[in-house]
């Protein structure tokens, strides 16, 4: 709830409007979305790099790596080193 202080700060809307009028706009909520933006850069950081899953937990928002893995879980239906391990797989096969 952090997020939608500080859009009411910037646009100099309540907090419950803003939340609405996002929701209303895109058919989700704030947190969802930014949940959704911070998995899909933890993608592209698993498949592009060597770097722990704690260490991109950290990058993409994710304060604690379990909360990271099981969000990744929850949307991907894996977790994010089966997900490195198959997108590893699926590049070895493209080459």
Do not use: W
């Not at 899909?40 to 770097?51: G, N, V, Y």
């Amino acid at each position: 709830h952090k997020t939608l202080s500080i859009i009411g700060v910037i646009t100099n809307l309540s907090k419950s409007y803003t939340s609405r009028v996002f929701r209303q706009e895109t058919g989700g909520s704030i947190q969802e979305y930014l949940a959704t933006r911070r998995i899909k850069r933890a993608c592209e950081l698993l498949s592009m790099s060597d770097e722990p899953i704690e260490t991109i937990a950290s990058q993409t928002g994710f304060s604690e790596t379990s909360y990271f893995i099981t969000t990744f879980r929850n949307k991907l239906g894996q977790t994010p080193l089966q997900y490195r391990k198959l997108r590893r797989l699926q590049a070895s096969f493209e080459q």
